[in-house]
């Protein structure tokens, strides 16, 4: 019964690096979407896309941050040249066509020092 | 636009006294309602979810919440908390735009705090 699965759960990258955090959703899930927590704050949407397509970017920083979910393999959420700001938990969540319910990862904790 | 607000950022309750989170939402269109907990370091658990039908909505871990239309709320409640309840609890509203996103919009959070 495998769920949402994230990795790395931890990573460490120093400043001007690159991070890609990887998703695989529930099977059978075709959509799915990514989450950035910041210390003692909310989940905060950042982008929604199903197989090979971008439906909502409305979260994400206008730079350095993108995402894919390509037809084969799991979703990618890839920040270049990171940042101290960028240190968070980033969480993926996955849902079929419905949406009525959204099962999340445990998440990716990126540090960046 | 739709929004949600947790009003209160933390909720200190003794152990095996009731409690009730508050949950408020706006929203033009109709919702579909959440509840997660969020233990230390670790990803978001689904409480309990309204979606249409009985306005009270019965969860995991002896949990409720009912959706109150009229209000906009969907205040969570338990009738006897335990240590173990002690984590981060997120309301979270998604519904249609009249377009094609599910995304979820999420509260701030409220920390409950068992104690002893």
């Known amino acids: 019964n495998a769920g949402v699965m994230q990795n790395p759960r931890h990573l460490v990258r120093r400043r001007g690096q690159e991070a890609r955090l990887r998703c695989s959703p529930v099977k059978g899930h075709s959509h799915v979407y990514w989450y950035r927590q910041l210390p003692e704050e909310g989940l905060k949407f950042m982008v929604y896309l199903q197989k090979e397509n971008i439906i909502d970017e409305s979260g994400m920083p206008k730079e350095r941050f993108s995402a894919e979910f390509p037809k084969e393999g799991p979703s990618i959420l890839r920040i270049q040249q990171v940042v101290r700001g960028d240190s968070a938990a980033y969480f993926c969540?996955?849902?079929?066509?419905?949406?009525?319910?959204?099962?999340f990862g445990e998440g990716s904790w990126l540090t960046v020092v | 636009a739709q929004s949600v607000t947790q009003l209160d950022s933390q909720v200190p309750v003794f152990e095996e006294a009731p409690v009730e989170l508050r949950c408020n939402y706006s929203?033009?269109?109709?919702?579909?309602l959440f509840w997660y907990v969020q233990y230390p370091n670790q990803g978001l658990q689904l409480l309990l979810k309204?979606?249409?039908?009985?306005?009270l909505v019965k969860g995991i871990n002896g949990f409720e919440a009912e959706f109150n239309k009229s209000q906009t709320s969907f205040h969570l409640r338990k009738p006897s908390v335990h240590i173990s309840d002690t984590a981060e609890y997120f309301c979270?509203?998604?519904?249609?735009?009249?377009?094609?996103?599910?995304?979820?919009?999420f509260g701030t959070g409220t920390l409950l705090a068992v104690q002893p």
């Open positions: 979270a509203v998604t519904g249609g735009y009249g377009g094609a996103t599910n995304k979820l919009i």
């Open positions: 969540a996955s849902s079929t066509d419905s949406g009525n319910t959204i099962y």
């Open positions: 929203s033009s269109v109709s919702v579909y």
């Open positions: 309204y979606l249409s039908g009985s306005t």
